[in-house]
């Protein structure tokens, strides 16, 4: 470490020790223009050990124990590189020489999991329902749903999930390591628009390295670090995918997609089936377009492809309109059926052919032979002239409709006929 860095390090442990509480917002907002502080902290925090280690581990908790936002975003900003010193001084087995780092890390924790009367946090988290649109995702490109998600979110039974309330730690051990170093991430994925971008290729490198560590691919990325395998669990990794899909979208794209990649890698060997869902989902939605920005600056984002929204009606959709029209139609069918009865006093109309077969005899004496346009006449009565078949569909129904007429006017005469029978046959017995 040089001497430079070294008193710009010096100078910034002996600010805050006598800053004045009414000046901490003021001390918060300047450290920003620090340009040479950040990197000088992360040599420190890369030379276990340096003997500035301890104290800046110490100031760090400090910064985030005063509740100011800046100052608690300023400690995040260094968690992948804190974490990574704590995973590979774990691996060489070697716990002296991490002790400030992991007391740092416990005091965080600590601090966390707690509200501010230091009763135990419940944090809740509503599962987003796929029928409702979301920056990820519209429903209009997924199809039909109304027997699922949509029946659901009609009755408002959407699924919340809790975690907490955790328990104190005072201590790492194999057990607890990564429940706590997975708290740790996403108290950071929380913050990760305010990170820099040293941070964020801080977390794609924590990322390669903790997947790849003792497993052949060590060899086809040509690091040189320890050569221990680390146990990861499924949350951790789907924590760091978080972190990456936004390094990816903000400018990280060689060290994202290597880092996503070394993630799935190791993902595939340990059959974690959450981490392998969520890293080949966010895979799977980048596009070659969105990974081509190499934009640092500017305000932060995620990258992701909304469906249009504007309307698409089937033109063979049900609309409402549709369904007016077939039931106008279905009541005029039946009007025209009931208007033909009442006419006919209630009598019943039998079915009588009209398709042209001669031979059939009315009552009168005449029979019905077919025309040439159709119609049919008594003997005696046919006309000679002919007409031309038409094979407009318009023609065609107005054609049925006057032999419906014709039909009933025959049967209304045949039973005009009878009555009248009846009546002279009555007379004449009497």
Known sequence: MLAMDQGVVEDWLSEFKTLPDSAVFSYATSLKDKGALVPALYKVIRENYSDLLEPVCHQLFEFYRSG????QRFTLQFLPELLWSLLSVSAARDPHTSGCIEALLLGIYNLEIVDKDGQSKVLSFTVPSLSKPSVYHEPSAIGSMALTEGALATHGL????????????????????FEVLTFLLLCYNAALSYMTATSLQSLCQLSSRVCICGYPRQQMRRYKGISTRLTVTSEFLVQLITGIHYA???GEVELGSKALDDVLYRAQLELFPEALLVGNAIK????SAALKSNNKEGARSIQVEITPTSSRISRNAVTSLSIRGHRWKRHESQEVSVDSEA?????????????????????????????TDGRTQPDGDMLGNTSEVSLDPRGHESGMRGQEVRRQKSVRRMVENEGSGSASTGRSQY
């Open 68 to 71: 100011e936002p800046q100052l």
């Open 158 to 177: 959407s699924r919340v999930v809790y975690s907490g309330p955790h328990l104190q730690r005072e201590t790492f051990t194999a057990q607890n390591r």
């Open 248 to 250: 990816l979208c903000n």
């Open 284 to 287: 799977s939605s980048l596009h």
């Open 343 to 371: 006419a006919l006093g209630g009598v019943a109309i039998p079915e009588i052919s009209v398709t042209g077969v001669s031979g059939e005899r009315m009552p009168n004496g005449d029979s019905l032979r077919p025309r």
